[in-house]
């Protein structure tokens, strides 16, 4: 579940270094995963947030607009993989 997230600091850096050393296309795949995931809003704690668009985030319960990573709401945050 997304409630499980895990604070893990892995910056990008070391993540497209391992993309592109190998698994370019598992990396693919869970980047599209977390495109259709939806993550924890930060406001109304729901699990309702949903990407706009590159680094744009909007939940859906409470309208709230807010910027982030690329592929994942906050870059700090990283699902354990
Ligand atoms: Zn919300």
Redesign the pocket.
Known sequence: MIFMVKTKKVGLTGKFGTRYGRGVKVAFEKIERKQKATYV?P??K?T?VKRVSAGIWQ?K??N?KFTGGAYSPTTGLTESE
């Open positions: 809003c406001s109304c729901k309702s939940c319960k409470c709230v």
